[in-house]
């Protein structure tokens, strides 16, 4: 009986508050002369900010057409816009700037929905090894990544020099499907130095440099404790698939509207999804050595510890991952 008087005094209080608010929102406009899109446009600056409350609006709007104008086609958009003004009853050629600003946010809105069914759509399919694309693309990250080390075979032990479980690299794309041979691909080509000095890292931790005398003064448990000053290393390309699920339910979740929303000026597109793979990955490994890790089975410590400061960081609506390297060299900051 409790529960159920609890519910239904939640139940209350939404439809009570959902009435203030559109009470509230009838007061303003008659105050101001402006509805909220007006209000949210005008008083608000460019960028996640003013997307994201733009979003809210049309999705809580108890129009029709409001609510489903979050997901038209792109192409829908301008007729999309004009039809809210007149609904709105606001004349465009007073109001021009309305309409500009309006489009800028649908076209981030519908295409950070589309960017999603994209993303889906790689990562539901599955590495194909008769497929002569899904091939190259393989074959390429290995040139990528060691431009300089032939591969006997492509059956090989050698695909363990760049991060894979075994000598056939196929069995670990089955949780994120082509979208992680997607992802990898992009960092080894765009960012050739830092993918291949990551790599490298991943490979061969480094050692800090220990004295003589200080030698002399461990016992051989002090020794073994003391004697790396950095993380052990990782398997590259596994834990870029890891990465790439981050990636990916960051999408998701909606956490990366901030920072899309911020650095697109217009729709989102899988490029920029790309681009903050490799700002992911980047961050990760110096996040990795940082935490300096006693071996690899705190991974998912360390990966958690991570996510949870990436999430924190995109909770700040002025916020844009903007890495400073070549693959994120045509990311705008607004």
């Known amino acids: 009986m409790k529960h159920f008087l609890r519910m239904l005094i939640q139940v209350c209080l939404y439809f009570y508050c959902k009435f203030l608010w559109r009470c509230l929102k009838f007061v303003m406009r008659k105050l101001t002369g402006r509805c909220e899109l007006q209000r949210i446009c005008y008083n608000t600056k460019p960028g996640a900010s003013r997307t994201m409350k733009i979003e809210t609006s049309l999705r809580d709007s108890k129009s029709k057409l409001l609510q489903t104008s979050v997901s ?6 301008e007729k999309t816009i004009e039809d809210i003004m007149e609904l709105k009853k606001i004349n465009p050629d007073i109001n021009p700037q309305l309409g500009i600003s309006l489009q800028a946010c649908l076209l981030q809105i519908v295409g950070y929905r589309n960017l ?45 020099e760049i991060g894979f479980q075994g000598d056939d690299p196929k069995t670990d794309f089955r949780g994120m499907g082509l979208l992680g041979l997607y992802n990898l691909q992009y960092f080894a080509e765009r960012d050739a130095t830092a993918a291949q000095q990551v790599l490298s890292d991943s490979l061969h931790p480094k050692c800090r440099d220990i004295t003589k005398e200080e030698i002399s003064k461990f016992s051989k448990a002090e020794w073994e404790k003391t004697r790396m000053d950095k993380a052990i290393g990782y398997s590259f390309a596994i834990v870029g698939i890891n990465i790439t699920d ?73 916020m844009a991952l903007c890495p400073h390297f070549a693959a994120s060299e045509g990311l705008i900051n607004m």
């Open 72 to 77: 038209v086609h792109p192409d829908a958009i």
């Open 116 to 160: 999603i069914a994209d993303v889906e759509k790689l990562r539901r399919e599955p590495y194909d090894s008769d497929n002569p694309q899904h091939e190259e693309m393989l074959l390429k990250l290995w040139k990528f990544l060691k431009p300089n080390t032939p591969l006997e075979s492509r059956i090989s032990k050698q695909w363990c």
């Open 246 to 318: 981050l990636a990916y339910n960051l999408l998701v979740s909606g956490a990366l509207k901030t920072h899309f929303y911020n650095i697109a000026p217009e729709a989102p597109t899988l490029s920029h999804f790309q681009q903050t793979f490799c700002y992911l990955m980047h961050e990760f490994h110096k996040f990795w050595i940082d935490e300096d890790p006693m071996d690899i089975m705190e991974f998912n410590r360390v990966r958690e510890k991570f996510r949870k400061r990436i999430i924190k960081q995109l909770q700040n609506p002025d």
